[in-house]
């Protein structure tokens, strides 16, 4: 079951403390790679003079931008063979020729220095080649309810490793798993399987929103696992009783509103509803009040179709202690003919517990991760996280600042929070000591790769200063940090999945992204906005951010329609807390003053003046896409560094467990104690 190494390391590396050495090295020490992650932000792009397309690249990889389509620079950046450059080049200059051949067709030739960015980013990313597993088994469709393509393969592969994580486990050591625990099930998509056949396993399903706990004991019952709890009354003596207590103005005495059918507990069920099973959930998508929120007992589920168990459990996750979970537990009863009483369930002794979760949002994983040294019941963990812009930092400032780029209003807001949860987990990137990069000076220098960690002898440049060999250790000239810090657009950044880009995903995001950043210009020009600073000479604009949101798909018709599609929707009414009921916010105010006032011919003006830069625009974005890989590496690398630094966690590994095409967040992070 574990992988011969327990990271999934790209080609080049063999040895996972080398590959981590070279992934902390390169991560801090390349300046042109914290510039795309996380030193610029595209809403910036048409915002400055000079342009941000100019101070950060170099100027030869500019003019091979020229040349090329946008969809041939992602081929270039994620799918070519790079090695083959170096024979073609020898070939070329043989012959003196100035292109290359690709296909049928010839291209100018990308610089050496572009190939070389592209390689040490490529050799840093984490391998996420998922091998199917072998067997036949199928999800019942009947347990697929609900879900999506994307949803299938996820619980079918993940439910698949976990029954064979859990059986090796069982298999190799005394302390057997009889739970697994789901760490924010949701509707329970995952437990819903591993509860059913073939698998048949206890689950407990911890969730924080009671509306989404009796959705997703409606999804048992239309899964057929649940039956409908099914209310036997005299109607008679019913609506006699309900109009005697409608003249008397009272309640019924001593009894208790039943739930609705489908959100029952089920036939089988054999724990009472407390009072608060009973209240009405607003059914809202934010997350409930801390102080609002107790720890709500388990119900105990029994799947018709199978031998394992549901228990719900609605509790909010604060910190990484499941004490108050593990003792709502209770044994699944001896299967008997009759069906057991349902006074006969009784609390579990010493469960032996696994804690999973299918794609955790941020902080969530870490503490699913720490439950497996906060809690002696907890075996092991087995975890796939998403989100990483949801993440907080640990270190304060946790914002890498480039001196000759604005701090983006929001970045200064959302960065300047230190969390004791948040990134970095690991006492190796908490103390991590680097040198502070210097900033790109003038327009964009020359790449070089970073010096050897172990032999700085490669020329310093603008772009890639040299690092010293002692890189972690401190200076006379105090010219380091400690700490590895990832903000919020570098976090962002990496959800990313560009090697899943088609043309006609990348052409509306492109379009999307365009319209945002010359909204921003719009804005800019018209005394919304304070202007950014030039070179770092002027301080961080003082306007707060403008938080556009979603908008419909007709507003992407063209720009005219976006920017009257953006002012609507900020200058709708907003409730108060006052007298005065709704009013318009002062960002509204001010587009109906300033920006509703220009015709439509005024606006596609924009447009016609900043064409020519879309392109330009895309390349950026592509590029930070693509290099925020290695900034998803840190964050897994960090998460499992931590593992392996535990006392009592015998085996920590990360290995993909879906294909990355329908699933780009797609590895798990798995820890075992011994």
Not at 156 to 174: K, M, P, Q
Not at 181 to 190: I, K, P, R
Not at 345 to 352: F, V
Not at 409 to 432: H, V, W
Request: charged share 25%; aromatic share 6%; glycine share 6%.
């Amino acid at each position: 079951m574990k992988p011969d190494k327990p990271l999934p390391l790209p080609p080049e590396f063999t040895d996972v403390d080398t590959y981590v050495d070279s992934l902390l090295h390169f991560g801090t020490s390349c300046t042109l790679l914290r510039t795309l992650c996380g030193g610029i932000h595209i809403n910036d792009f048409f915002n400055r003079d000079p342009d941000l397309y100019t101070q950060v690249l170099p100027q030869e990889w500019r003019e091979y931008f020229k040349s090329v389509e946008i969809f041939e620079l992602l081929d270039l950046l994620m799918r070519e063979d790079l090695e083959t450059f170096q024979t073609q080049r020898s070939e070329r200059e043989s012959e003196s020729k100035e292109s290359y051949e690709i296909g049928n067709g010839a291209r100018s030739e990308p610089p050496q220095s572009l190939i070389r960015y592209i390689k040490d980013v490529r050799r840093h990313l984490l391998n996420r080649d998922f091998k199917p597993n072998t067997s036949n088994r199928k999800m019942d469709r009947k347990i697929a309810v609900g879900m999506n393509v994307k949803k299938v393969h996820e619980v079918e592969n993940f439910s698949h490793y976990v029954d064979g994580l859990t059986s090796t486990i069982n298999a190799n050591s005394e302390h057997k798993i009889t739970h697994l625990v789901d760490f924010g099930a949701g509707v329970n998509y995952l437990g819903r399987a591993l509860a059913s056949q073939p698998y048949n396993r206890n689950i407990i399903a911890i969730e924080s929103r009671a509306h989404v706990v009796e959705g997703a004991k409606k999804m048992d019952v239309l899964a057929k696992i649940s039956e409908k709890t099914v209310v036997m009354r005299n109607k008679k003596e019913w609506r006699k009783m309900e109009e005697a207590e409608a003249l008397n103005g009272t309640s019924p005495a001593g009894k208790e509103t039943p739930l609705k059918p489908s959100m029952s507990l089920g036939a089988n069920a054999s724990i009472t509803p407390t009072d608060r099973d009973l209240v009405h959930k607003e059914k809202t998508k934010r997350t409930p009040d801390e102080s609002s929120i107790q720890t709500i007992r388990a119900k105990l589920e029994l799947p018709k179709n199978g031998q394992g168990t549901i228990q719900y459990v609605e509790h909010l996750i604060k910190k990484s202690n499941l004490e108050e979970v593990i003792d709502q537990i209770v044994s699944p009863p001896i299967l008997s003919d009759p069906p057991t009483i349902p006074n006969s369930l009784s609390k579990a002794q010493e469960p032996g517990l696994m804690v999973i979760s299918l794609h955790s949002c941020g902080n969530l994983l870490h503490h699913g991760i720490r439950t497996l040294t906060a809690n002696p019941s907890v075996r092991a963990v087995a975890l796939v996280g998403c989100c990483y812009n949801l993440m907080t930092e640990r270190l304060n400032p946790p914002t890498y600042k480039i001196p000759f780029l604005r701090e983006h209003p929001r970045l200064e807001k959302t960065s300047n929070i230190g969390d004791a949860d948040g990134f970095p987990m690991s006492t190796r990137f908490l103390e991590y000591r680097h040198k502070i990069l210097k900033p790109i000076q003038g327009t964009g220098g020359a790449y070089e790769t970073p010096s050897s960690h172990t032999s700085p002898t490669t020329t310093s440049t603008t772009c890639c200063p040299d690092t010293d060999a002692d890189a972690d250790t401190p200076s006379p000239d105090d010219d380091h940090e400690t700490g590895i810090r990832l903000n919020i657009t570098a976090r962002m950044m990496a959800v990313q999945a560009p090697q899943n880009w088609t043309p006609t995903d990348s052409s509306s995001f492109f379009t999307r992204h365009f319209y945002r950043a010359l909204l921003q210009r719009l804005f800019l020009d018209n005394g919304i906005l304070d202007p950014p600073p030039s070179h770092g000479t002027r301080p961080p604009g003082k306007t707060a951010p403008i938080i556009i949101g979603t908008l419909r798909k007709s507003c992407y018709a063209s720009f005219v329609t976006y920017v009257r599609g953006v002012v609507g929707k900020l200058s709708q009414p907003q409730p108060q807390a006052s007298l005065e009921g709704e009013q318009i916010s002062e960002t509204g105010r001010l587009l109906q003053q300033k920006i509703n006032i220009l015709t439509d011919a005024e606006i596609q003006d924009y447009v016609t003046r900043f064409a020519e830069r879309k392109k330009e625009l895309s390349v950026i974005w592509s590029l930070m896409a693509f290099s925020a890989g290695v900034v998803e590496a840190m964050v897994l690398v960090d998460r499992w560094t931590f593992l392996r630094e535990q006392e009592g966690v015998v085996e920590a590994w990360v290995e993909p467990v879906f294909e990355y095409g329908l699933s780009p967040r797609n590895l798990v992070i798995v820890g075992i104690k011994g």
